[in-house]
């Protein structure tokens, strides 16, 4: 398909034709496939073949709004175009793809007319963008950013600092920079800048190396040091101390991405998992040179629930992941407080959820080659993607400052949130950067809960299982409110109160307890025969459940059974383990 029928395709024709394009992991002669893949990560280095096939693809192209040129019209699209992506490798999907979107993001929302245009002109024709995050994007604490912006002698501004973590800059043609301006504290204390590295002063700045990592190993990690670099005419992004609160709306559709794309990850496991455990024979092993190979006798029960729970935990992900999406245009309002939550939830589920399908592969996760041996590279990669602690420490950072006034005016007083929040792939309005916010003081997915709970029906026995933790969440909910007005308020300046981290959690899980609802309630009125049973809701709030302490009964046998007949149904007929039941080769 070419450049400009990818265009004015649809999503759904764009992300078939990208599968097409990446083919079967599994054949050994192909550039994006197990053997290539699995090489570049042995020498950490990206994987040249399969970049050069999304090359081939236009994957830029995704990343660039549609009236700049792009293809790129919402996030949720983006994360159906790069799960392809994904599935096969995280630091090929990150390093080729979402760090330039990253990057771009703060562009095409605080970049001049002119500024946008240069930056989609480049990417359209294949050039990476780096960004240079300040630090409260990793730790949560924004007043430690590494670069200055300093009076130059003579007049202008120069760059003076370092950075020790920035993708792709050895490679980019656009770097976005967040720097210091001023010693003051608050959000007028940062600036962003649009430079090309490429073009600064060699004896004024300097490239750096990286210690090895263990995940992410193809991932082009480098640091950059400036001294009294000059800064040229016009590289300012938006207005002098506006860089904060750039980066501050600009997370939401970052976090909102990379949380959202784990799921792919999750996706990979799976599937491997399932491979494996039926090409065994009777015995515990495949036949010989199969891809079974050996290993000891499981228990087929214990293997059906671990990878009947591990089904069940992407589609929670998943649940939370798509509204976070569509918040991002529906309700930009709150999108700061879903995109947090997803951000420090979903990479910490993803990881349990496949260190918990390991135990069906046995002493065959040592592997370095095959689905198997990209089974492990995805354990190593997913929490580096997800930031690790820090990550989840700064978007804990980002709700624990929102739950006080939640708890005083939204928390069962407000509206609740549009039913097209929770349709996968349903139309939205357009995307419009300008309508986000740090933070918007309502929370209509909880107040969603309410309504959802109160109208689950009882009929039958799937349905009583689905009511009763949904009623446990409604009850999680109101603790949750009184806990919150309980604590004395975080402090300016001052160190926050475990505690609070502790609610903000909870709150996630809330959250993705009201998304399943959401997507249940909504896929049966429109009569989905899987999405809209209530077997799979009903085992995910029994995990939600769990995960938060509470005692939701036992799970009737019939709804694990029905979640475990999907998992191998869509083995058999090669469909992906999310919301979109997508084909996938392989």
């Not at 009511?467 to 009184?482: I, K, M, N, S, T």
């Amino acid at each position: 398909m070419s450049g400009t029928r990818l265009r004015a395709a649809p999503v759904r024709e764009r992300v078939a034709a990208l599968e097409r394009l990446l083919g079967d992991p599994g054949r050994p002669d192909n550039p994006t496939g197990h053997r290539a893949l699995l090489r570049a990560d042995r020498a950490a280095t990206p994987c040249a073949e399969a970049e050069a096939v999304l090359d081939g693809f236009g994957m830029n192209e995704e990343f660039v709004p549609r009236e700049l040129g792009g293809r790129f019209d919402s996030v949720e699209s983006l994360v159906r175009i790069a799960r392809p992506v994904f599935r096969r490798d995280v630091a090929l999907g990150t390093g080729h793809g979402t760090t330039t979107f990253t990057a771009a993001s703060d562009v095409w929302m605080a970049g001049s007319a002119d500024q946008r245009a240069h930056l989609a002109a480049l990417l359209l024709t294949g050039s990476k963008a780096a960004v240079a995050e300040h630090e409260g994007a990793r730790t949560g604490d924004s007043a430690r950013s590494g670069i200055r912006i300093v009076p130059r002698a003579g007049g202008g501004l120069a760059l003076t600092g370092a950075k020790p973590v920035v993708t792709n800059v050895r490679r980019a043609d656009a770097l976005v920079l967040f720097c210091r301006t001023g010693d003051e504290r608050g959000s007028g204390s940062h600036s962003a800048l649009l430079l090309d590295p490429r073009r600064l002063p060699a004896d004024r700045h300097r490239i750096t190396g990286r210690p090895p990592s263990v995940g992410l190993r193809g991932y082009v990690r480098s640091g950059v040091e400036f001294d009294r670099c000059p800064v040229p005419e016009g590289a300012l992004l938006g207005a002098p101390g506006s860089g904060l609160r750039t980066a501050l709306r600009s997370f939401q559709i970052s976090r909102t991405l990379t949380a959202s794309l784990a799921v792919a990850a999750g996706d990979t496991a799976l599937r491997t998992a399932v491979r494996v455990d039926r090409a065994k024979g009777p015995g515990g092993a495949g036949a010989a040179g199969g891809p079974g190979g050996p290993g000891a006798a499981a228990d087929p029960r214990q293997v059906a629930a671990t990878v009947t729970g591990a089904f069940t935990d992407l589609l929670l992900c998943d649940s939370l992941a798509l509204v976070a999406a569509r918040a991002l245009h529906l309700l930009p309002g709150e999108t700061s407080l879903y995109a947090a939550a997803a951000a420090a939830l979903l990479p910490k589920v993803l990881s349990e959820t496949m260190h918990d399908l390991s135990t069906v592969l046995g002493s065959q996760l040592y592997a370095r080659e095959g689905a198997v041996g990209i089974f492990a590279k995805h354990l190593r990669d997913v929490p580096a993607a997800g930031l690790g602690h820090a990550g989840a420490a700064a978007c804990r950072a980002t709700v624990v400052p929102q739950l006080g006034s939640l708890a005083r005016s939204a928390w069962f007083t407000g509206e609740e949130a549009p039913a097209a929040l929770f349709r996968p792939a349903g139309p939205l309005p357009a995307f419009r950067y300008g309508a986000l916010v740090p933070a918007g003081g309502r929370d209509s997915l909880s107040a969603s809960l309410l309504a959802f709970a109160a109208a689950v029906p009882g009929t039958t026995r799937e349905e009583r299982a689905l009511r009763a933790p949904a009623e446990l969440l409604v009850r999680e909910l109101r603790d949750l409110r009184g806990r919150v007005l309980a604590l004395p308020p975080p402090e300016a300046g001052r160190p926050t109160s475990p505690a609070w981290f502790a609610l903000g959690d909870r709150h996630a899980l809330v959250l993705a307890g009201a998304a399943v609802l959401g997507v249940w309630w909504h896929a049966r009125a429109a009569g989905d025969a899987f999405l809209g049973d209530p077997s799979w809701a009903a085992a995910a709030l029994h995990r939600v459940a769990r995960r938060l302490g509470l005692r939701p009964g036992e799970l009737p046998a019939s709804c694990a059974d029905r979640v475990h007949r999907e998992v191998l149904a869509r083995f058999g007929e090669g469909r992906s383990y999310d919301l979109y039941d997508a084909p996938v080769p392989g």
